[in-house]
């Protein structure tokens, strides 16, 4: 499975539910997680989507190190069971 159809049914199901799963490009700031999940509640994720089986470059790595840092939650989803245990979780309300 490709990771950008796990990334459309993400962005779908948060929407879905209420959410928003924006893309997160930031200009010369390399390794930044591919989406920003905004929950109904009002909490915030990052998330990194991966095809199944893969790893997070060390720049994604790092980056996640630092935005967990600074007090974020940093997610990796490289399933569809894993996008719906995430959405499930999120959207639990």
Do not use: W, Y
Not at 11 to 17: D, F, I, L, P
Not at 33 to 53: C, N, S, T
Not at 67 to 93: P, W
């Amino acid at each position: 499975m490709r990771e950008k159809v796990i990334e459309r049914k993400l962005r779908e199901s948060v929407k879905a539910k209420g959410g928003l799963a924006l893309k997160f490009t930031s200009p010369g700031t390399a390794g930044v997680p591919d989406r920003i999940v905004f929950a109904p509640d009002g909490r915030v994720f990052f998330v990194e989507l991966k095809a199944p089986g893969k790893n997070m470059t060390p720049r994604q790595l790092k980056m996640s190190v630092v935005l967990e840092g600074l007090g974020h939650e940093v997610r990796v989803i490289d399933s569809m069971e894993k996008v719906k245990a995430f959405v499930d979780e999120i959207c639990s309300a």
